[in-house]
């Protein structure tokens, strides 16, 4: 649908790009042309999907954490060395855990903000400091979730990606002079890997209360990953893109979960 050269001769870092969202929107970077870096902390992950995208077009690994200044420093220097520019980064890295917000102990708290919060501003800080304020030219896609009615269920990962929601608004504004432009994608139930996390009860019967009846594809998320870090939305900065089947319009698809406050206070 895209032109089969839209991406020829850019470079892109996919976080999270060893599998679910992450692989698809790689997939179809590498389908229009594009180098792409695909990014995580596991390295097997990582050259599992290699085999899968390699095949497609200029693909690459980097063992990274998000959540570690260093780490990233490093994978900038990598980028440097192999490629000489950065062109586009997809924040996609990301994780969390179901649970009630009163069962949330300190150290889960701290872990999902750690990597869904501070992991997208570290990666953001590092490589627009590395790549984009030089070039004078840069685009950042931050992958969030659904979070117009908070997220019931995940406390943390709510807090965590309103978080990134409003980064992406500051920055849009602060960076907007260097020509970096950022927007997230608010993705709602997608059918991937990353449902693998939640219990299967939780799932079930799931479609009927979407309004469109049916859970996303990982590559409709790609498809928007793409005109967003394209030319044909140059002119859009600071906003954020739901694609949900009208899921956070209308209708409750999970129950609020049941937990037992007494366990934790
Ligand atoms: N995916 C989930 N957590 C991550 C982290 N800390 N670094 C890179 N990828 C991740």
């Not at 990301?94 to 750690?114: C, D, R, T, Y």
């Not at 019931?152 to 020509?179: C, D, F, Q, S």
Request: proline share 5%; charged share 20%.
């Amino acid at each position: 649908m895209y032109q089969p050269n839209l991406f020829a001769g850019k470079v892109v870092l996919v976080s999270g790009g060893g599998s679910g969202i992450g692989k698809a929107i790689a997939k179809q970077y590498l389908q229009l042309g594009a180098t792409v870096y695909i990014a995580s902390r596991k390295l097997e992950k990582l050259e599992n999907a290699l085999k899968e995208l390699s095949p497609i077009g200029d693909c690459r690994v980097l063992e990274l954490n998000i959540r570690d200044v260093e780490s990233i420093q490093v994978a900038a220097k990598q980028i440097k060395e192999q490629s000489g520019r950065l062109d586009i980064l997809v924040n996609n890295a990301g994780g969390q855990f179901p649970s009630a917000a009163v069962l949330i102990a300190p150290k889960g708290w701290n872990a999902v903000i750690e990597t869904n919060l501070t992991g997208t501003w570290l990666m953001s800080q590092t490589f627009a400091m590395e790549f984009f304020m030089p070039q004078k030219d840069g685009i950042i896609v931050n992958i969030i979730a659904n979070i117009v009615r908070g997220f019931p269920g995940m406390a943390h990962t709510g807090a965590a990606r309103a978080g990134v929601e409003n980064l992406t608004k500051t920055l849009a504004v602060e960076w907007a002079p260097y020509h970096i432009r950022i927007n997230a994608i608010a993705p709602g139930i997608i059918l991937s890997t990353g449902l693998d996390q939640y219990p299967p009860e939780l799932l079930k019967g799931i479609e009927a209360k979407i309004p469109m009846k049916r859970l996303g594809g990982t590559e409709e998320v790609g498809h928007l990953a793409l005109f967003l870090s394209s030319p044909l939305s140059n002119y859009i900065t600071g906003q954020t893109m739901y694609i949900d089947g009208g899921q956070s319009l209308w209708g409750d698809v999970w129950e609020i979960p049941d937990f037992e406050p007494k366990d934790r206070i």
